[in-house]
């Protein structure tokens, strides 16, 4: 079975632009989430997808944004960049249950660079 | 506050040695489950082990073990005979059934690091 795949792996943008990220989730899985992982705030929640409807969001200025296609697979946009907005984004998959255990089995990151 | 706590920032152990990496969690909720994940300097996340609140036994996967103390809140991670491969960051993570729901809340992590 495949896994989580995130694409694309590295991304270099200036100030001002916008970028999108893209998250295919293990075959099965109805749910998406979002986390941003840099040095300083660590692992942070974004948002989460399930069936295509966002279920939960963390605490994230309205630049950050996502969507869920109707085969689970996810995207996410930042506009207006940032240089604070320099991070490994990760993505998340599950089936989506709302049991404790709903293991989220994670892709490889997007590497953004914000210049 | 913090919800989950990791107070070793790194760590060392000798290969073949056991290692315990701890973690605190805080949570008023009576139905939760714990995570441990491992990101080696990759970046890929990987799902160790998992144990639910009301689990009554210790998660156990492979050389990986979870040493859980509900009472303390506490839920630490043992991985026994430690290989070289082992190094990385450990990540121990919380799900709360009640108000976050379908997100996990992570702490600032350990870095371990495997000495031949």
């Known amino acids: 079975k495949a896994g989580v795949t995130q694409t694309p792996r590295y991304l270099i943008k200036t100030r001002g632009q916008q970028v999108t990220l893209s998250c295919s989730p293990i075959s099965g899985h109805r749910s998406v989430s979002w986390y941003q992982q840099t040095p300083g705030q660590g692992l942070q929640f974004l948002f989460e997808y399930f069936s295509e409807t966002q279920r939960n969001k963390g605490n994230f200025p309205g630049r950050f944004s996502g969507r869920q296609f109707s085969n689970s697979r996810s995207e996410m946009n930042v506009s207006t960049l940032e240089l604070g907005d320099s991070a490994l984004y990760l993505c998340?998959?599950?089936?989506?249950?709302?049991?404790?255990?709903?293991?989220?089995?994670f892709g490889a990151g997007t590497r953004l660079s914000v210049l | 506050a913090q919800k989950i706590t990791q107070t070793q920032p790194g760590m060392f152990v000798q290969e073949k040695e056991a290692v315990t990496l701890d973690c605190t969690y805080d949570t008023s909720d009576q139905s939760y489950g714990l995570f441990w994940y491992k990101q080696p300097s990759s970046g890929e996340m990987i799902f160790l082990i998992y144990q639910g609140s009301y689990d009554e036994q210790n998660a156990t996967e492979g050389r990986y073990s979870l040493n859980f103390q509900k009472a303390r809140k506490s839920a630490n991670l043992v991985i026994s005979a430690s290989q070289l491969g082992d190094s990385a960051m450990y990540f121990c993570a919380m799900r709360e059934r009640g108000g976050s729901q379908g997100n996990l809340i992570f702490g600032k992590g350990t870095k371990l690091s495997v000495k031949p």
């Open positions: 998340a998959s599950s089936v989506g249950d709302h049991l404790a255990k709903n293991i989220q089995y």
